[in-house]
């Protein structure tokens, strides 16, 4: 046997960018992951080719997970044309050889930066949500060290009290994204800052969702059909963003997350905040036909 | 820089300092413009933090300085307290900016829309090695949009405040001449604002970005939101004696707000010479930290103001290497009396108890 039968040509960059070394180790994170639901572990994050917190731990888990026969969706606050969607999902074709899509329905892993599509996803398909401060416990506990032990201990008390302060002194709950969450009864986890509106999307979820923090060098996981709980008093029910009745004025849907447009003349319009879920009704009121998924939300209203 | 330890002193020194320069090299008209030109950015960092508006004399500054960049930033701050100030232009508001990048992170489209201008924010970080095998790197020509943005552009802000979004607290309207100069007065606590926003423009990038990432890591209660940053030409109208108004030019400005929910929604903003986005997000985060009650330290006016600035505090970090073995002599001195004293005390039992056996042995 010759030492040149043993490797492979020379190629600029490995499949997937990442080095086969670098997968595995993501790989059995991502297992550890998903075996302790909401428990961060700690990962060897690598340097990719965006800057860190523009999706490096979300792009490193895509990179992974991919293959060629992957379809790839990347989502930025909803939105696949935002500049940088479009920039990680340029990035991830050319170094996977991936198909890309804009289609919910068509993807076999979305990469999705503060939104998850309001179609629901399916058992084969896999959510990767970038996670900019994975550490729910950061606005009480800014020390790492001290934060591991209170998820040890399963010491949530500083929690609550913030989110009772944020009652007594405002009537209402204000934590507007990254709603702190129990998953599976044990570890509190941030659900990424995805809006409050997607926070129900996760609980008893069909699929799997792989959340990372590239700078912070944490993944976490919640495997399908697992419970994720945001924190709520038993007198205050969880409330998600009013957009149950404000109509998109592109595509005329109402009962969805909406992106506020600020106008000229002092006044707000609305646009559906899911872009590709947009264009599909669009498309769907010209009469082309087009398969609109079954939604998580109903007349703006969760079940 | 005497290193006063050294013996043959004065002609040590000055071959270290020949040492120096004779690794660079000399410094050339064509070497100045080729880091005028090649290093806008640096250029525009330097500017900022020297508080001094000259690309020719901060690529000057650059070249005699190696690149070092707290060197250089002395070497025109040093050039810029020679110079008088002769007059003071007229403020400038959002919508006189001419600008070229204008971004909002907190709507997904604001009123004159979101114009991203030069930036490689959305670039694949990829070294185009190929440049050291002599195959040159020519960048793609720009295509023109069909319809160019517009020159000037409203101020987010002001929409915010029609719609009650933000507290339209008043403005001051101060007379020039009044404006504190944080170059000729001390900086002073509580600051005023004006000197505190001064002091963050020619704060040090890097020391105002491990202090903002700090804040915005979780040591402080506020999370920004990039509610404007802006890259623009600012115009420098001056006031002739006479009367009229002309134009000195247009300076490279850099400028943030960013928002945050604490109570209210607030603002932080910071402005700084030069196009450097890092250092205007970061001191905008800083002002806004630092505005709440009981800012974490690292949010702290004073903590923050007194350790970014460039100039004393690389001087001061570099002043460790003069001689103190005079103060340091005190130390030695001290210890020593200390050891002393400690050996006598202790010692002499000892040596009385280990004696006593011995003697005991030789007696047998």
């Known amino acids: 046997m010759k030492l040149q039968e043993l490797t492979k040509p020379w190629m600029a960059f490995n499949y997937g960018f990442l080095d086969e070394s670098a997968k595995r180790e993501i790989r059995r994170r991502i297992l550890k992951a998903i075996a302790v639901p909401g428990y961060q572990v700690p990962y060897a994050s690598r340097e990719v080719p965006i800057a860190r917190g523009w999706g490096t731990g979300g792009l490193q888990v895509t990179l992974t997970l991919l293959k060629p026969t992957s379809v790839v969706k990347v989502i930025d606050q909803g939105s696949d044309d935002s500049v940088n969607a479009s920039s990680i999902r340029k990035f991830v074709t050319r170094v996977g050889g991936a198909v890309e899509t804009e289609d919910t329905m068509a993807a076999t892993i979305i990469q999705s930066r503060h939104r998850i599509p309001e179609e629901k996803l399916r058992e084969d398909q896999v959510l990767v949500l970038q996670v900019p401060n994975p550490e729910p416990l950061r606005p009480v506990q800014p020390d790492m060290s001290v934060a591991r032990e209170m998820h040890g201990d399963a010491d949530y008390g500083q929690l609550w009290l913030v989110l009772y302060e944020q009652l007594v002194k405002s009537g209402r709950i204000m934590q507007g994204s990254s709603y702190p969450s129990m998953v599976n009864g044990r570890h509190v986890m941030t659900p990424s800052p995805i809006p409050r509106w997607d926070v129900p999307k996760l609980n008893q979820a069909g699929h799997l969702t792989i959340l990372s923090a590239g700078r912070e060098k944490r993944i976490f996981a919640v495997p399908p059909y697992t419970r994720v709980e945001p924190l709520i008093f038993d007198d205050v029910p969880y409330r998600v963003e009013d957009h149950q009745d404000k109509t998109c004025y592109r595509s005329n849907v109402t009962g969805f997350f909406m992106n506020e447009l600020p106008q000229e003349d002092g006044s707000s319009q609305y646009e559906l905040s899911d872009s590709h879920f947009g264009v599909k009704h669009i498309r769907k009121s010209e009469a082309e036909s087009v398969e609109i998924g079954e939604t998580w939300y109903k007349n703006g209203r969760m079940d | ?364």
Not at chain 2, 53 to 68: I, T
Not at chain 2, 150 to 172: C, D, F, R, V, Y
Not at chain 2, 188 to 206: C, E, I, V
Request: hydrophobic share 40%; charged share 20%; aromatic share 6%.
């Open chain 2, 1 to 364: 820089m005497a290193y006063v330890a050294t013996r043959g002193g004065e002609y040590a020194i000055e071959q270290a300092e020949r040492l120096f320069r004779a690794d660079l090299g000399p410094i050339t008209r064509e070497r100045v413009d080729a880091v005028r030109t090649g290093l806008p950015y640096l250029i525009d960092r330097l500017m900022g933090e020297a508080s001094l508006y000259e690309p020719d004399l901060a690529a000057l500054a650059l070249a005699q300085a190696g690149g070092d960049l707290y060197e250089a930033i002395l070497l025109l701050r040093a050039y810029r307290t020679t110079q008088p100030r002769i007059a003071v232009a007229d403020p400038i508001d959002q919508p006189d900016l001419l600008t070229v990048r204008r971004i909002s992170a907190a709507f997904k489209d604001i009123p004159g829309g979101q114009i991203l201008g030069p930036t490689l924010d959305y670039s694949h970080r990829l070294l185009q090695v190929d440049v050291l095998q002599g195959n040159d790197y020519v960048p793609e020509p720009v295509i023109p949009a069909a319809k160019p943005a517009p020159a000037t552009q409203p101020s987010l802000t002001s929409w915010q405040k029609a719609q009650g979004l933000i507290p339209n607290h008043p403005g001051e309207t101060v007379a020039p001449e009044e404006i504190p100069d944080l170059t000729r007065e001390p900086l002073l606590f509580p600051a005023a604002r004006a000197h505190k926003l001064q002091s963050l423009a020619r704060a040090d990038t890097g020391g105002t970005l491990a202090l903002g990432y700090a804040s915005m890591r979780g040591y402080s209660a506020v999370h920004p939101t990039v509610n404007e940053l802006r890259l623009a030409y600012a115009p420098v109208r001056l006031r002739h004696p006479s009367g009229t108004i002309f134009s000195a030019g247009r300076v490279r400005v850099s400028q943030t707000e960013v928002i945050s929910k604490v109570k209210e929604l607030q603002l932080g903003f910071s402005a700084t010479f030069g196009w450097n986005e890092v250092k205007v997000i970061a001191a905008a985060t800083l002002d806004l930290a630092s505005n709440q009650p009981n800012p974490h330290p690292a949010a702290n006016e004073e903590f923050v103001l007194y350790h970014t600035e460039p100039i004393e505090s690389s001087g001061f970090c570099i002043h460790f290497k003069l001689p103190h073995y005079v103060t340091f002599q005190s130390t030695p001195d001290a210890l020593r009396r200390v050891k002393t004293d400690k050996d006598t005390a202790a010692v002499k039992p000892a040596v009385t108890e280990k004696l006593a056996p011995q003697q005991e042995e030789v007696a047998l």
